[in-house]
């Protein structure tokens, strides 16, 4: 059995898309653990609703809002499954997720399996929805894409990683996320989301998770759909919780360092652009706003400058940021002062 785990906060529009996309799975040996994270709309009920017609359906409730780390590690601790998997309330999968992720588990004896996923959007969720309403069934967002999974089932690449491996070649590419992951039950054990993060709990889960594994699988079958929040992400101002994304990296750093200390440099590019990007948001407040977050400014400044300066890095920056190492180290106050205008 596969325990699912679904944290939720204020998620009440996604809810119906989220469960449908479990309900219709062509695998139908699943627990979907519901955890609603003292939502202040209608969510915990639209939950309870759905247990009501589904026995498979489990609804938890914290009386206060925790975190979706706490969320999540309450499903881990209620899960009953051999495997569990996470889905943001948000998104929703395709039909044989549960299906193809399984079989390439028992096929490998695969500790985790990791899938590709889809980017989707407001269209891709009314595209969504409009099945539903009409066939019953989930299909896939649209007849191409269709075809294009048909296909894939015949030309699925796979490819099999050890700890190490699976660091270097794709951890570390920015595949850092926990959802459209199928974790054996026992790797986790004992192993949870640190509490008190709210940006990058991922990460640092995955990572303590890979440590156990022997045997990843990672599949080009694209069977999770990222739901982007267009409007939600541009409207999102600077606040301290973003300094959470350049905690979990500096631990990151020293976890890799101590074991893979050949990966440390690969780290510590990554840790730059986290900090540059905490500057560009910093950057797009105001002056007077700035003046709350002195502390922070000083703190990205100082790692900066510790990891930044380092020749070793630059070939690891994504494209665009040699450039923008460049202005920040020689000119902080005037990239400061700039990149948010020019954003």
Not at 38 to 56: G, I
Request: proline share 2%; net charge neutral.
């Amino acid at each position: 059995m596969i325990s699912i785990v679904v944290p939720i906060f204020n998620g009440e529009k996604y809810i119906e898309d989220c469960v449908k996309s479990i309900l219709y799975q062509t695998y139908q040996d699943w627990e979907l653990i519901l955890i609603d994270n003292a939502s202040l709309d209608e969510s915990l009920q639209v939950c309870k609703n759905f247990a009501c017609k589904d026995d498979r359906i489990q609804v938890l409730q914290q009386h206060r809002n925790m975190g979706v780390s706490a969320a999540r590690n309450l499903g881990i601790e209620k899960a009953r499954g051999e495997h569990i998997t996470f889905i943001d309330i948000d998104d929703w999968v395709e039909p044989d997720y549960l299906e193809r992720l399984v079989a390439l588990q028992q096929k490998k004896k695969a500790d985790m399996v990791v899938c590709e996923y889809n980017k989707v959007y407001d269209n891709d969720r009314a595209t969504f929805k409009e099945q539903i309403k009409n066939q019953g069934k989930v299909l896939s967002q649209t007849q191409n894409r269709v075809e294009e999974t048909s296909a894939d089932k015949k030309h699925c690449q796979l490819k099999v990683y050890e700890t190490k491996e699976y660091l270097e070649k794709y951890f570390l590419k920015g595949n850092t996320h926990c959802w459209g992951v199928l974790f054996d039950r026992e790797l986790l054990y004992g192993i949870y989301f640190p509490k008190g993060i709210s940006i990058g709990e991922d990460m640092l889960f995955l990572l303590d998770v890979a440590q156990n594994a022997k045997t990843i699988v990672v599949t080009n079958y694209k069977g999770y759909n990222y739901y982007i929040n267009e409007s939600g992400a541009m409207n999102k101002k600077f606040t301290a919780s973003y300094m959470d994304q350049i905690t979990c990296w500096e631990r990151a750093l020293k976890t890799i360092g101590e074991k893979y200390p050949q990966l440390i440099i690969r780290v510590e590019s990554i840790l730059v652009v986290s900090v540059l990007l905490v500057i560009g948001k910093l950057s797009e407040l105001d002056s007077e706003e700035r003046k709350q977050y002195i502390e922070e400014e000083r703190r990205c400044h100082d790692i900066f400058m510790k990891y930044g300066t380092k020749k070793e890095i630059r070939k690891f920056l994504p494209q665009g940021y040699p450039l923008k190492v460049f202005v920040y180290r020689y000119f902080p106050k005037i990239y400061m002062n700039l990149y948010g205008k020019v954003r």
